[in-house]
């Protein structure tokens, strides 16, 4: 007894068996979507995700009898679904958010290298700015560039999170350079 061979991939033929595989199968692959995910752009990502796995195994589809080709699509979206949620997860875990202040924060110019090392030069106007600042602003430049103290130690320190603690340090060396530079009787633009 012989078998007709298919074709592992024919183009047109494949693409014409999806199509109506998605048309008879939409509604349940995306009832199974929404089991895991309220957000409709992520449900039609996963799907859209779920389709490349079928069309990779449409040779396979073929052979199945409609309740074993339901469950294989199910156990599909299924899985597409999982590793999407889990992908987004860690996307999740590794970014900050930022509100409008820290980016104005993050846009707004460092002081150069030129401004630093001058006010470097005369450790005794640095002192004295140093103390005009008020007390927290002091121990957190203290702690960080003569201690040593991490992000986290200084989080801990001062009860806020590791990125509030990056932003408290912007602000305080700004302040701090701004004293300098009235000091020197400068005009520089620090506002930005």
Do not use: W
Request: proline residues 5%; aromatic residues 8%.
């Amino acid at each position: 007894m012989t078998f007709p061979l298919q074709p592992f991939f024919r183009p047109s033929g494949d693409r014409e068996f999806i199509l109506s595989v998605y048309d008879e199968y939409a509604r349940l692959m995306y009832y199974i979507v929404r089991q895991y995910t309220a957000e409709a752009d992520l449900q039609n990502d996963i799907v859209q995700e779920s389709l490349l796995h079928l069309i990779r195994n449409a040779s396979t589809l073929r052979g199945l009898d409609p309740p074993a080709l339901s469950t294989y699509i199910v156990t599909t979206v299924k899985n597409v679904a999982i590793d999407t949620l889990r992908k987004e997860k860690r996307i999740r875990e590794h970014t900050v958010e930022l509100d409008d202040e820290a980016v104005q924060e993050l846009a707004s110019p460092e002081p150069t290298p030129d401004e630093l090392m001058a006010a470097l030069e005369d450790k005794g106007r640095l002192a004295e700015a140093l103390a005009s600042l008020p007390e927290d602003e002091r121990l957190l430049l203290e702690q960080k560039y003569f201690l040593g103290s991490s992000d986290q130690e200084l989080a801990r320190f001062f009860r806020c999170k590791p990125g509030s603690v990056r932003m408290k340090l912007t602000r305080a060396r700004r302040h701090m350079l701004r004293i300098l530079r009235e000091d020197r009787g400068d005009d520089g633009d620090d506002e930005a």
